[in-house]
């Protein structure tokens, strides 16, 4: 048996061992322990037993009354007290003397009756008490018990040890020690604990086909090294935020069933310098103590970002992460079972020497769902859903273009809630569409009121973007148009669902969408002959889009194949610079200001054309408030001008 095959087979007896990890166990050094909390009640009854003991061991004195001096020596003189006890402040006196009971034999019913007065410098008191034939003695001070001896010297040191570990449990953070914030904040999840496996993921079908050879690979490691092949050590999951990234992560651990490591990259920077490499070393090390394992860093771009010179703002504690995390990628062996899962929506700022084979050796990409993608994703999410017989998922799937896995969890429940808000015990179609109306347009505010010459403007706006669409051959068909105000600044809205996915526009097709944001501000000027800043937005979103076209795309009649880029610098990205002249900046502006004016008067034109048409439909928008795509055609067929 060589030393590989010697190391696999240790290896898989370390699988078997630690899948018998339970939840909720730490394990360390000494094996696996359990974590207990300190509270402030244990050490509340701790010391009431202290005081209840040392109140029943304290000797009790006979009921003293207090008197005055004269009294006192009159007490004596009256043969009244017998025995006097000299104190260091005060005189005690008693009824009966020690001597008189050892003659009686008995003492008297009720106990000795005591007498206390403060201690005044009489030289003739002493003489009174021989003429009288009364015993008196002196005692010292009495002596603590041993309870209040410890309770005086422990009090201050427990409320000490009380209050420095509330300071900097909040500093450490995660419930750890008083000096643990060198070590690393991520949780050991056991088999199944994350609840996740490859079948509670839709959309992404090629990413998890990549991860599948992961799992594959923890599971039956054999196939692999018996041909001399090598599992990659990292994977990077690269795609814009809610597609899935996470999700993914704790699917691959779910199938697997193997412990999991979780961390932030911002867990691993902290105020303290140094704490962020010394994490990086801690977490590796518990992750080798515990192979086969997974290590998952989410946002690794917090501590990945390209090395540069520190300069002002420099971070050197995040580039020392980042050092201690590069060596310790590459000081363990693939075959140790240690898979480094790392995701990030922003790869291009991360540093090229993390990203080369050998330490993340593949890259895999999570992007939006495609029209399939975002149906199997509602399925998932509608499961547990009562679904109305209306319900057409395929619908809600065309409706939602563009959004992400999270954005069709979030309409779901929405949904639902919906349902419940308006009694109904199945969610419906329409609950669906008004979800997809909020996460798109915003919360519906139906108590913003509109004075009457506002909202005739807003109609004829809308129904200027939803008529330009319509004349506009190419552009994506109206669904619906609404005057009801709705998140923090739309007034009104026109949605317009695509009828397939498309992932590339051609330069009539941005022209089509340009013309259509113009609609709106157009339709107002030829109603009313002025303007207003209810199109700042869509202006807004014209100009930028004409800018790209010339910058980016190459769509300019000088530059008609060139690209104009614009790079970040200075402190934090502010302050970019441009890599071309301030002559080609100003052609750059007119380009764009005559584009922009060139297609508004061409769709000016041709709503003042089917200006008929403009006052039908907002005539009737104005009546309803909504109006539904099929109505919107069926208005726009009978009054538009060929």
């Not at 999991?260 to 994490?279: C, H, L, Q, T």
């Not at 860093?297 to 590069?326: F, H, M, S």
């Not at 800018?547 to 008609?560: K, L, Q």
Request: glycine fraction near 10%; aromatic fraction near 8%.
């Amino acid at each position: 048996m060589n030393n590989e095959q010697k190391n696999d087979k240790d290896w898989k007896e370390s699988l078997k061992k630690r899948m018998n990890i339970e939840p909720g166990i730490h394990t360390g050094d000494k094996g696996p322990q359990k974590k207990y909390t300190f509270s402030f009640w244990y050490f509340f009854i701790i010391l009431m037993a202290f005081l209840a003991i040392n109140s029943f061991m304290v000797s009790r004195q006979p009921n003293i009354v207090q008197i005055d001096y004269n009294q006192f020596k009159q007490l004596v003189e009256n043969r009244t007290i017998k025995r006097v006890n000299i104190e260091t402040e005060r005189y005690v006196g008693y009824s009966f003397s020690l001597g008189q009971i050892a003659t009686d034999g008995i003492i008297p019913e009720g106990g000795a009756q005591a007498f206390a007065t403060y201690k005044v410098e009489d030289p003739s008191f002493v003489p009174l008490l021989d003429e009288m034939n009364v015993e008196y003695f002196a005692t010292p001070p009495p002596k603590p018990s041993i309870f209040s001896s410890i309770l005086s010297y422990l009090l201050p040191f427990v409320f000490i040890v009380i209050l420095w570990r509330i300071i900097f449990s909040r500093m450490g953070g995660g419930g750890q020690g008083v000096l643990s914030f060198t070590q690393n904040k991520a949780k050991i999840v056991a088999e199944g604990d994350t609840g996740i496996r490859f079948a509670d993921v839709a959309g992404v079908d090629e990413s998890k086909y990549e991860l599948e050879e992961v799992v594959d690979f923890l599971k039956n490691p054999d196939k692999y090294t018996e041909i001399g092949g090598k599992i990659p050590k990292g994977v990077l999951l690269v795609g814009p935020p809610g597609t899935g990234k996470t999700l993914l992560a704790k699917a691959v651990a779910g199938e697997a069933q193997v412990p999991f490591f979780r961390m932030s990259g911002a867990d691993f920077v902290e105020m303290f310098v140094g704490v962020g490499a010394a994490r990086v070393r801690d977490l590796f090390r518990q992750a080798r103590e515990n192979s086969p394992c997974i290590i998952f860093i989410d946002e690794i771009d917090a501590i990945g970002r390209a090395r540069v010179g520190a300069g002002i703002g420099g971070n050197d504690e995040r580039e020392q992460t980042l050092n201690q995390l590069l060596v310790e990628m590459d000081g363990f062996d693939s075959r140790t079972g240690v898979i480094i899962l790392a995701a990030t929506n922003r790869p291009e700022i991360l540093d090229q020497a993390l990203l080369r084979p050998g330490r993340f050796d593949r890259q895999v990409l999570v992007d939006k769902p495609d029209l399939k993608g975002r149906y199997e994703i509602l399925k998932i999410h509608t499961r547990k859903i009562t679904l109305g017989d209306d319900v057409d998922l395929n619908k809600i799937a065309q409706a939602s273009a563009g959004l992400a896995g999270a954005d069709l969890a979030n309409i779901a429940n929405e949904a639902a809630l919906m349902a419940v808000r308006g009694g109904r015990k199945a969610v419906s179609q329409a609950d669906f569409e008004e979800a997809i109306e909020k996460s798109v347009a915003g919360l519906e505010r139906k108590s913003r009121i509109l004075n009457p010459k506002e909202r005739e403007r807003v109609a004829y706006h809308e129904t200027g973007h939803a008529l330009t669409a319509y004349l506009t051959e190419g552009a994506e068909p109206v669904s619906k148009i609404s005057i009801i105000p709705r998140g923090f600044g739309a007034l009104g809205y026109t949605l317009q669902y695509p009828t397939e996915d498309r992932f590339l526009l051609s330069e009539s097709e941005l022209i089509i969408n340009i013309d259509t944001l113009l609609g709106g501000r157009a339709a107002e000027e030829v109603v009313f002959g002025d303007i207003s800043t209810g199109a700042g937005n869509d202006i807004s979103r014209a100009s930028d889009l004409v800018r790209r076209m010339i910058t980016e795309f190459g769509m300019s009649d000088r530059f008609r194949n060139i690209t104009l880029p614009t790079t970040q610098s200075g402190i934090a990205g502010v302050g970019g610079s441009r890599d071309y002249s301030e002559k080609t900046q100003e052609y750059i502006d007119n380009e764009t200001a005559r584009i922009v004016n060139e297609r508004y008067e061409i769709v000016k034109a041709n709503l003042e054309k089917n200006k008929e048409a403009l006052l039908t439909i907002t005539s009737e928008l104005l009546e309803d408030e909504v109006l539904s795509g099929d109505r919107f055609e069926e208005l726009a067929k009978s009054k538009v001008i060929g």
